[in-house]
């Protein structure tokens, strides 16, 4: 079992930038595979970017390229989401998700993870 706390959401403007985190508390966090959800209004959840257990093994959706960065530091159970250039667009609910592993590879879909955080809003101005 392990729980998750996001922070670091909150009310920029376009081009503005944010760091989101995710705590995990309860089994080793090295040994899971770890995502970054959003969700917004009246649309499906839907994959940011995602971390193997190996800090190397990292996926980006088409979107997010070249403006957030997925990063963990498994000393302090920790995951982050740095997010440059917003854009309206990246108005959401960000969720963070893991899924215990013995493989190394990143894992993109939302069936993939069994523990999810409780969200936190990011909400971008134009």
């Known amino acids: 079992q392990v729980q998750l706390v996001e922070s670091g959401g909150g009310l920029v403007q376009a081009g503005g930038s944010l760091r989101l985190s995710c705590v995990a508390s309860?089994?080793?966090?090295?040994?899971?595979?770890m995502g970054w959800f959003r969700q917004a209004p009246g649309k499906e959840r839907e994959i940011v970017a995602a971390?193997?257990?190996?800090?190397?093994?990292?996926y980006y959706t088409d979107s997010v390229k070249g403006r957030f960065t997925i990063s963990r530091d498994n000393a302090k159970n920790t995951m982050y989401l740095q997010m440059n250039s917003l854009k309206p667009e990246d108005t959401a609910v960000y969720y963070c998700?893991?899924?215990?592993?013995?493989?190394?590879?990143?894992?993109?879909?939302?069936?993939?993870?069994?523990?999810w955080g409780q969200g936190t809003q990011v909400t971008v101005s134009s």
């Open positions: 998700a893991a899924k215990w592993t013995n493989v190394v590879t990143v894992m993109r879909g939302v069936f993939d993870y069994n523990y």
């Open positions: 971390i193997g257990r190996s800090v190397g093994n990292t």
């Open positions: 309860g089994r080793t966090f090295s040994n899971y595979a």
